[in-house]
C-alpha cells in the first residue's frame, strides 16, 4: 500500500476539489494522482526547503497539469495572488493540490481565493489558522490583497 495523502506534511482538505499541503515528496506525489487531482500549482521557490529540483517533471510523468508561481516569502506581491487567482479561476473542474514549503503561502492565498468564491470570511479564517499564525508581513498581504479587491473580488 501506498504512501496517502493525508500523510503529506501540513495536508489540509479544503473541499472535494481542493487540498492545500506542504512540499510533498517524490514518493508522495503518486498520492495525489490516487486521490484524483488532476492540477498542482506550487507557490514555493526553486530554492525553498525541501523543494524538488525536476518537480515539473515527475509531476507531468504521473499525468498532472502544474503551474509554479514562485512567491517571495518575506514579499508577497499584489501581483502574486491575481497569478493565483487566475490560474484557479481558470480550472473550474479540475480538482486541484496547491502546495508550498510549509502551507503558509498557500494557506493565505486559498484563504483570500475562498473569500472571492463567497465563502464565509469566519469559514475560510479557520482553516487558514489550522496550519499557522500569520506574521506580519503575511497579515499585511492579506489586508493589503483585501483592500485591494471589491465586493465582487473584481480585479485587483
Known amino acids: 500500500m501506498g504512501t ?8 489540509l482538505q479544503i473541499s472535494a476539489r481542493l487540498a ?7 514518493e508522495q506525489y503518486p498520492a495525489i494522482v490516487n486521490a484524483g487531482y488532476t492540477l498542482v500549482i506550487n507557490l514555493a521557490l526553486n530554492d525553498s526547503p ?9 509531476a507531468r510523468e504521473l499525468g ?5 508561481i514562485p512567491v517571495e516569502w518575506d514579499a508577497p506581491t499584489l501581483a502574486d495572488f491575481q497569478a493565483f487567482r ?8 479540475d480538482k ?3 502546495h508550498c ?3 503558509k503561502r498557500v494557506s493565505a492565498f486559498v484563504y483570500l481565493y475562498r473569500i472571492c468564491q463567497g465563502v464565509d470570511e469566519s469559514i475560510a479564517r479557520q482553516d ?13 498581504f492579506i489586508d493589503r490583497v483585501r483592500s485591494s479587491i471589491s465586493d465582487d473580488c473584481g480585479k485587483i
Open 4 to 11: 496517502q495523502i493525508e500523510n503529506i506534511a501540513n495536508f
Open 128 to 140: 487558514l489558522t489550522k496550519i499557522w499564525t500569520l506574521n506580519e508581513i503575511w497579515v499585511k
Open 50 to 58: 525541501n523543494a524538488l529540483a525536476n518537480e515539473a517533471t515527475i
Open 20 to 26: 492545500t499541503a506542504g512540499q510533498p515528496t517524490v
Open 96 to 98: 486541484i493540490f496547491v
Open 64 to 68: 498532472l497539469e502544474y503551474i509554479q
Open 101 to 103: 514549503a510549509a502551507n
Open 86 to 93: 487566475t490560474v484557479m479561476d481558470a480550472h473550474p473542474e
